[in-house]
């Protein structure tokens, strides 16, 4: 039964009550404002104060469940343009998303994960997007569901089209407990979330008579909404109701992400998918073809050059197309290492991946040995965060991630005003130390400054950058 729709108290069958926390409580009044419902329903909001109970009558003017019915039956019948990938700014189709809502209810704690999952259902001849919920309570998994979701090319109004429910209890499947599908038993798709939301507008999520009949309320707009995961803003307040058992939830939605809040769990973790290319640039990092870096210093004595390029070549590694960017480097003028090295740029967060390097090191010009040579998904190695998009002070991130051959960790420490290198003086230069606990009290700095990349790594100082 699904968190999108559904509160917990609906799901554990447990006799209505909706609470607030103590510092939610008066803005949550006041988004409540006018809204529809039937006339008979109350809803309670605890007391901050003292802890007594008010019941709030309910106006039944402004909008009613019947025509949020009528609605959502005028919008089956017109022509929409489904898409199983996509959403709108509240509502995400994207699969690798996934969102950790965890709190305390009723004494139990409590976790649900959702995930857009990387694959479709065909119910009521659509093709739908499936998203996976998987709820436990004190560590017990209680329920996994599939919900399946469409969402309109024209409007991006965002459809429910039903869900697969399995219930458990001690590991065993017990029962389906609001399984429905659209275009079964006189099933009907419903609307999750419109694309632009208005304060006072109801809709139809679920329209599975006598199995699923929630319907969604726009209560207002929060400016600011905290969670263990962030502050996030502009956010959605929805409130839902259910004639089948009247229950009630109030739900937040953050722009970019979903679902923030759903009434006492709380966003701790979202992982956004990502969106890969072989080419681009953040403020510090780029990759282009033709890119060039040039360093030179001195170490022991021996003059060390390194010359970094980014190749006009790509190498698919993981099943990313990655780009190529060759380091050689030199000591006395003689060839110590040549490694090929695979990035990737994220398009919307300009995170740059690193997907590992082919390594060849050399000996009076002979290949000797491939030392520290890895690839994203061989051998139990993983890609890693080389350089985030958006570099905030303190801000650590695992660079490489393949156990016993590199496991470098990166760390920023803060931004320099000013630094001076041969090939010039740069400002607002980002400062990264990095560490490996496979070579422990071993740090490496490295500064990088905007529109160049890296202009000092330990000895060697940037001498002469080609831009692309």
């Given at each position: 039964m699904n968190r999108f729709t559904q509160s917990r108290v609906r799901r554990s069958r447990r006799p209505f009550q909706t609470h607030f926390d103590t510092l939610e409580q008066r803005s949550l009044l006041s988004l409540l404002g006018r809204y529809s419902h039937a006339a008979a329903e109350i809803v309670r909001v605890e007391n901050a104060e003292d802890g007594s109970h008010n019941a709030a009558a309910v106006d039944a003017v402004l909008s009613d469940r019947a025509a949020a019915r009528r609605s959502t039956a005028a919008r089956g019948a017109a022509t929409l343009d489904f898409a199983s990938v996509g959403g709108n700014t509240y509502f995400l189709l994207q699969p690798g998303l996934t969102l950790t809502l965890e709190g305390i209810d009723d004494g139990e704690f409590v976790q649900v994960i959702i995930t857009v999952l990387n694959e479709t259902q065909m119910v009521d001849g659509?093709?739908?997007?499936?998203?996976?919920?998987?709820?436990?309570?004190?560590?017990?998994?209680?329920?996994?569901?599939?919900?399946?979701?469409?969402?309109?090319?024209?409007?991006?109004?965002?459809?429910?089209?039903?869900?697969?429910?399995d219930d458990y209890e001690n590991g065993v499947i017990v029962g389906h407990d609001g399984a429905w599908r659209s275009g079964v038993d006189g099933a009907r798709f419903g609307l999750?979330?419109?694309?632009?939301?208005?304060?006072?507008?109801?809709?139809?999520?679920?329209?599975?008579?006598?199995?699923?009949?929630?319907?969604?309320?726009?209560?207002?707009?929060?400016?600011?909404?905290?969670?263990?995961?962030?502050?996030?803003?502009?956010?959605?307040?929805?409130?839902?109701t259910s004639p089948l058992d009247q229950s009630a939830s109030i739900k937040f939605y953050?722009?970019?992400?979903?679902?923030?809040?759903?009434?006492?769990?709380?966003?701790?973790?979202?992982?956004?998918?990502?969106?890969?290319?072989s080419t681009g640039r953040n403020t510090y990092f780029i990759l282009e073809p033709g890119h060039t870096l040039t360093f030179e210093g001195e170490e022991d004595g021996d003059q060390v050059q390194l010359v970094v390029?980014?190749?006009?070549?790509?190498?698919?590694?993981?099943?990313?197309?990655?780009?190529?960017?060759?380091?050689?480097?030199t000591v006395?003028?003689?060839?110590?290492?040549?490694?090929?090295?695979?990035?990737?740029?994220?398009?919307?967060?300009?995170?740059?991946?690193?997907f590992g390097e082919d390594v060849d090191d050399y000996e009076n010009g002979v290949i000797v040995g491939h030392d520290g040579a890895w690839r994203s998904g061989v051998d139990g190695a993983q890609f890693g965060l080389f350089q985030p998009g958006a570099p905030r002070r303190g801000m650590e991130f695992k660079q490489e991630d393949a156990p016993g051959v590199a496991e470098d960790t990166g760390r920023v420490v803060g931004f320099r005003r000013n630094v001076?290198?041969?090939?010039?003086?740069?400002?607002?230069?980002?400062?990264?130390?990095?560490?490996?606990?496979?070579?422990?009290?071993?740090?490496?700095?490295?500064?990088y400054a905007p529109g160049v990349g890296m202009i000092v790594d330990d000895i060697l100082r940037l001498v002469n950058v080609t831009p692309a």
């Open positions: 659509v093709e739908t997007r499936v998203v996976e919920e998987r709820e436990s309570a004190d560590g017990q998994l209680i329920e996994v569901s599939r919900n399946f979701f469409a969402v309109d090319r024209n409007t991006n109004d965002v459809y429910y089209f039903g869900e697969d429910v999750i979330m419109p694309a632009n939301p208005q304060r006072g507008m109801t809709y139809m999520q679920e329209n599975a008579p006598g199995v699923a009949e929630d319907t969604g309320l726009v209560l207002g707009f929060r400016r600011n909404v905290r969670t263990p995961a962030g502050t996030f803003q502009n956010v959605l307040a929805v409130r839902e953050a722009p970019g992400v979903g679902m923030i809040r759903d009434d006492k769990l709380k966003l701790v973790n979202v992982t956004r998918p990502l969106d890969l290319t390029t980014v190749l006009n070549e790509t190498q698919t590694v993981d099943g990313v197309e990655t780009r190529v960017v060759e380091e050689r480097e006395n003028g003689a060839l110590v290492e040549v490694s090929r090295n695979f990035f990737a740029i994220d398009r919307g967060t300009g995170d740059v991946y690193y001076r290198v041969p090939a010039g003086t740069f400002q607002n230069v980002l400062a990264v130390r990095e560490t490996t606990p496979l070579e422990p009290g071993a740090v490496s700095n490295k500064l």
